[in-house]
């Protein structure tokens, strides 16, 4: 291979320039394996914000990535004599984003097989492992083999990528802490390098639009949708993408523990509407890729059969299933409400600034690695179009670190209001991309 200096390859993206297959697969190689140093990734992160990439740099960067790991392969296993029907999700991001915690043990239940390699969570964003770790004992780092059994016994396993796509899993630990988190090169290569990498056949992606997503506008929402899927398709891979509104964040609870036990009321055939619209909208989506027909999601939720699922995946990931309650999951020691100042009807409420404002309760990281609080976390009492009386309280902030509260309620000033009459409607999912 040729060699390459990573101040050149800085400097290359630094000043709009386009860069080789060659200098992309040393970079990463060379960062995987600590012979670029973070502060040189992290100007290169930024020149790619700023940049951008083309269609071919962003093939390549996902490529290097994939090719930085291993990849895992369950074209093997069989249920029933039959191959497994390998389907998982991603999201891009977003606020009160619980959306993975019900849909895996429905997609269990309906008879579909998820190999879900999930992250932390990213800026504003919060992270499926983040909040399945609020229920003690649970863990993500399982081997592979303890995967491929999941997948035969149970029809999924929810691991941290580990192995798979280790660029990915350094960068994006990077881009957390040095504002590049918002970039569609970035986002769409962290997150289809490690959806090649864990084996699914068929993906679904959620692209979220609006104030809370990564990136500001509908385009380019859209644009970031059309880009993961031509790569998925690109690596043999069945890729769909929804693009689904987040500018007020999904559900009442936002955070760790708290969105677990809105999760759990969603399992008992109850939860907000939203969620369980978008659970029920991504599944059959799923299903229908996955090749699985003659199952209603719905009834899942329904009979009991998805928390069944549930249950038994966080007990075989080593979590105690007996904390599956609100009583029993940890709730911050320390609360603050915000109450109305006047009778009217909730507006919208800004999703971007409850992230935030959650970031700051301890749910999220401002130093690579740091531990989160699972009991940090933010209840929205009422939504954007209910009524609302003087008074009462609109929202509850949790921490076990009291001081944070005045920074965390700076966030929400402005990102609310109570008016006269209800705020325009928007759909929830507004396209779908194949
Ligand atoms: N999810 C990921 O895995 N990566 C991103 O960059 C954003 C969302």
Known sequence: MTSFDA????????????????????????????????????????????????????????????????????????????????????????????????????????????????????????????????????????????IRQQLCDLGAAIFAAGELAPADRKIYALRDVTGTTESLPLIASSVMSKKIAEGTRALVLDCKVGSGAFLATEAESRELARTMVDLGTEHGLLTRALLTDMNTPLGRTVGNAVEVVESLEVLSGGGPDDVVELTLALAREMLDAAGVDGVDPAQTLQDGSAMDRFRALVAAQGGDAGTLSAEALPTGAHSETVTATRGGTMGDIDAMAVGLAVWRLGAGRSEPGARVQSGAGMRVHRRPGEPVAAGEPLFTLYTDTPQRFPAALAELDGAWSVDDEPPATRPLIIDRIT
């Open 7 to 146: 101040p050149t390859v800085i400097r290359t993206k630094r000043d709009g320039g386009v860069l080789s297959d060659d200098a992309i697969d040393w970079v990463i190689d060379a960062y995987t394996y600590d012979r670029v140093a973070d502060a040189q990734m992290s100007a290169l992160l930024m020149a790619i914000f700023l940049r951008g990439m083309t269609t071919a740099e962003i093939a390549r960067w996902t490529a290097a990535m994939v090719a930085s790991g291993d990849k895992l392969d369950f074209s093997d296993l069989r249920r029933g004599g039959r191959p497994l029907a390998l389907v998982d999700k991603h999201s891009t991001g977003g606020v009160g984003d619980k959306i993975t915690i019900p849909l895996v043990p429905v997609i269990m239940a309906c008879g579909g097989a998820v190999p879900q390699a999930a992250g932390r969570g990213l800026g504003h964003t919060g992270g499926t492992l983040d909040k399945l770790e609020a229920i003690p004992g649970f863990t993500a780092e399982i081997t592979k083999a303890q």
